[in-house]
């Protein structure tokens, strides 16, 4: 049976599972899951049965099965308004996504229907900065360990990653996070006074704020205060879209181009691209990696940067597991420090601490920082262990103190979270 649809609308049906409204013209989408109303034979009888009554010249709907997946065949006029609508939009961070509102898609069946965005193949389909990553059901294609007993590797694992991130070892991780502690020279550990006072998981046991002085020393480094600058641009819930202008964004580049220029990021950059973790620049992963904003609640109202080093509330704290913020927030009235858990003393440049705090009316109940150091040695660590160990324990060595950090990616390569994890 053939049924015509409107060139304006598109009906699609994906592995049988759910009905999407694709194109470039669609004022929302409408999702049916039920798919008994789409039959051989007899037009559907549907909620969308005004959207597939005959309408000549238009698309043709071939259907198959009641269960299979029904083609979408097109004219070169319908490709040709499809493919200017997926113009100027981006599979970063959207792999794998059935998105009905965008107007191009991201994921395995785009091809089918001629709506994949520009840069599908080239983010999607190849194994570039994805080495090691974890599997994702998702995903077009893998690039991991695993991929050839599934036979579903991207077309170029073995080009890009030559077994990468499967040869990283422990020791590599320990040797390679010992050295970025080394080489690190903008810690401010020294200049802190800090008051833990009382321990344990339940109570207000710190009458004072763990920040006893901070001199504006400490916040005027050449690393510190970009990151500050940055800090101040993002809104905490997670219900409402982050928004950035040209001055935040400026301020975001200043940031990167001065982390960047430490021998800290510069080790890390060396290390990611011997082990074929990484391709092309270390700054342009930075940049994607943990500044792409994406949904939590609200469309484009989180990143991982805003997660990890600003903190999110959604009910409780999310995230915030930077040490400069936590001092602001405190600073300012805003945080309340209740009680230490546990802490790690990194020589005289440093310390971990797992806390309890309360945030704006928020609570915190586990959480977890580096105090002290700066934030590229967090920011590289937390990179290294991201493409290294995605999702699980990273093992870590400062001054020669064992300890991991925690990954967890969101949207295939994107930041979720990351925080040291004290055993």
Not at 222 to 233: G, S
Not at 245 to 264: G, K, S
Request: aromatic residues 8%; contains cysteine.
């Amino acid at each position: 049976m053939t049924e015509h649809l409107p060139l304006s609308l598109l009906l699609t049906m994906y592995k049988g599972e759910m009905i999407r409204e694709s194109g470039v013209q669609l004022p929302h989408l409408n999702y049916m899951k039920n798919l008994s109303c789409i039959s051989p034979g007899t037009p559907p009888t549907c909620r969308h049965e005004a959207v597939v009554r005959s309408y000549k010249g238009g698309w043709e709907s071939h259907h198959f099965t009641t269960t299979r997946a029904t083609m979408i065949t097109t004219t070169p006029l319908v490709l040709l308004l499809l493919s200017a609508g997926a113009l100027g939009q981006s599979c970063v961070g959207r792999c794998g996504v059935n998105d009905g509102v965008s107007s191009c898609q991201c994921n395995s069946v785009c091809s089918n229907f001629g709506d994949c965005c520009g840069d599908y193949e080239a983010v999607c389909l190849s194994c570039k900065d994805r080495c090691g990553e974890s599997y994702l059901q998702s995903k077009p294609c893998q690039c991991n360990d695993k991929c050839g007993s599934y036979s579903n590797c991207c077309k170029d694992y073995d080009e890009v990653c030559g077994g990468g991130g499967q040869g990283v070892t422990d020791d590599d991780l320990h040797t390679i996070t010992e050295e970025m502690f080394t080489a690190e020279v903008n810690s401010v550990y020294d200049q802190l006074t800090l008051d833990f006072q009382g321990k344990g998981n339940s109570g207000d046991l710190a009458p004072g704020p763990l920040f006893v002085s901070v001199p504006e020393s400490a916040l005027s480094g050449p690393t510190i205060a970009p990151l500050m600058k940055v800090q101040d641009n993002y809104i905490p819930s997670v219900s409402q879209a982050e928004e950035q202008d040209a001055t935040e964004i400026a301020e975001q580049n200043a940031f990167l181009d001065a982390i960047m220029n430490t021998e800290v990021m510069k080790l890390a950059e060396t290390f990611l691209h011997s082990k074929n973790l990484l391709t092309g620049s270390l700054r342009d992963k930075l940049d994607e990696m943990w500044f792409t904003l994406y949904k939590r609640k609200h469309d484009q109202s989180s990143s991982g940067f805003e997660h990890v080093f600003v903190g999110e509330q959604d009910g409780g704290v999310s995230g915030f597991h930077n040490w400069v913020n936590f001092q602001k927030e405190e600073a300012e009235g805003d945080l309340n420090y209740f009680s230490w858990m546990d802490s790690i003393k990194l020589g005289t440049k440093g310390e971990l601490l797992m806390n309890r705090y309360n945030w704006e009316g928020h609570m915190k109940n586990i959480g977890s920082m580096f105090i002290g150091t700066s934030p590229e040695l967090e920011m590289a660590t937390y990179t290294v262990c991201f493409l290294a160990r995605p999702d699980s324990l990273c093992p870590v060595q400062m001054s020669n103190q064992q300890f991991h950090v925690q990954t967890w990616t969101i949207f295939g390569n994107l930041v979720g979270s990351a925080y040291p994890d004290i055993p």
